[in-house]
């Protein structure tokens, strides 16, 4: 059964470093994780998890009540 849920705030370095091979731009992952940390579109948006089996598969930032973003699909975490 999936589940769609608020990221809780404990999930997000793990939320990021999902994105690290993509975006991470050959940075210091600590370089990666302090922009994802600092980044208005990130602060201001609400992540959402779709879980299935205790694994997140498709994680989602919505930037405002009318757009997500899927941000990273079909992952286990």
């Given at each position: 059964m999936q589940k769609l849920r608020k990221a809780l705030s404990a999930e997000l370095t793990q939320i990021y470093?999902?994105?690290y091979?993509?975006?991470g731009e050959h940075q210091a992952v600590t370089a990666?994780?302090?922009e994802?940390?600092?980044s208005t579109k990130y602060q201001?948006?609400?992540w959402w998890v779709l879980e299935e089996q205790r694994q997140h598969r498709t994680v989602f930032v919505?930037?405002?009540a009318h757009f997500l973003h899927i941000v990273y699909e079909n992952v286990g975490i």
């Amino acid at each position: 059964m999936q589940k769609l849920r608020k990221a809780l705030s404990a999930e997000l370095t793990q939320i990021y470093m999902m994105g690290y091979d993509t975006w991470g731009e050959h940075q210091a992952v600590t370089a990666y994780l302090q922009e994802c940390r600092l980044s208005t579109k990130y602060q201001q948006g609400t992540w959402w998890v779709l879980e299935e089996q205790r694994q997140h598969r498709t994680v989602f930032v919505s930037e405002s009540a009318h757009f997500l973003h899927i941000v990273y699909e079909n992952v286990g975490i």
